[in-house]
C-alpha cells in the first residue's frame, strides 16, 4: 500500500510513518522543516517531500513529486506552540493563536486533500488526525469540530468512488491522571497509529465519516 503522511517533521508524523511502514506500507513523509523532514526520512529509510500544506503556493510547487497513485492520505498536523499563556493572551496574540490552530489543523487537511485526492486509488482511504485531547472552549476543540464536520462532509463525496474519510483524535482518556483500563497502557501516539492503520484496512471499509477517538478505554463522557 502506497501511503502519503503529512506532519512528518512532527514527533507524533514520525511514530504514525514508522507504524505504517512496520507494516510493510511504502511511505512518503512530507513537511515544511526540511531539517527535521530529512532526519526523519533518513531514521526511517523512506522517501520525503518538502512542503508547507498551509501554503497553496508551496503545494503547487511541489505538486511534480508527489507520487502518482496513493493507497491513504494521512494528515498529522503540525502545530507551531508558542508556549503562551492563553489567559494572558493580548487580541492580537489570541488571533494568531486561533488562526495557527486553524491552519495546521484544518486547512492543511483541506488544501492536502484537494490537490491529492485524485491520485488516491478507489477504496483508498483519508484519515486526519487530531494529536491533542483539547480542553472545552478552546481553540482547539472548536477547529476539532470543525475537522470533524468537514470530515463527515467529505466521507459523501469521496464514498463515490469508495474511499473511506475518518478523523482520528486524542480522547479524554489521555488525560493527565487515567492511565487506562489496562495494567499497561500504550502511548497515545502509538494508539493513534493502531487506529489509524486499522482504518487503512479491507476490515474497516463500512467505517467513514466518523470521528474516533483513543482513550485507553475511556468512555468520552466520563466525569473529570
Known amino acids: ?10 514527533d507524533l508524523g514520525r511514530i504514525i510513518a514508522e507504524g505504517f511502514r512496520d507494516a510493510g506500507h511504502q511511505v512518503v513523509i512530507a513537511g515544511s522543516r526540511r531539517d527535521e523532514l ?20 508551496s503545494l503547487e510547487a511541489a505538486r511534480g513529486q508527489f507520487p502518482h497513485h496513493l493507497d491513504a492520505i494521512v494528515n498529522v498536523p503540525a502545530l507551531r506552540v508558542d508556549g503562551g499563556d492563553p489567559r494572558t493572551y493580548t ?15 484544518v486547512l492543511s487537511a483541506v488544501l492536502t486533500v484537494q490537490i491529492l485526492g485524485d491520485h488516491l486509488r478507489s477504496g483508498g482511504t483519508i484519515v486526519n488526525v487530531v494529536g491533542d485531547n483539547a480542553t472545552e472552549g478552546s481553540a482547539e476543540a472548536a477547529i476539532k469540530a470543525a475537522l470533524s464536520n468537514w470530515t463527515a462532509g467529505q466521507a459523501t463525496h469521496f464514498g463515490i468512488r469508495g474511499i473511506t474519510l475518518n ?26 497509529t493502531r487506529l489509524a492503520l486499522f482504518l487503512a484496512t479491507p476490515a474497516a471499509r463500512h467505517i467513514t465519516g466518523q470521528t474516533l477517538h483513543v482513550s485507553h478505554g475511556a468512555l468520552a463522557s466520563f466525569a473529570r
Open 167 to 192: 478523523a482520528v483524535a486524542s480522547g479524554r482518556g489521555a488525560e493527565p491522571g487515567y492511565d487506562g483500563i489496562a495494567s499497561t497502557s500504550p502511548s497515545v501516539a502509538a494508539e493513534i
Open 1 to 10: 500500500m502506497d501511503v502519503l503522511l503529512t506532519g512528518g517533521d512532527t
Open 91 to 105: 487580541l492580537t496574540e489570541r488571533a494568531a493563536a486561533w488562526r495557527t490552530a486553524l491552519d495546521a489543523t
Open 38 to 57: 530529512e532526519v526523519a526520512a533518513k531514521e526511517l529509510e523512506v522517501d520525503s517531500i518538502v512542503f508547507d500544506n498551509t501554503d497553496p503556493a
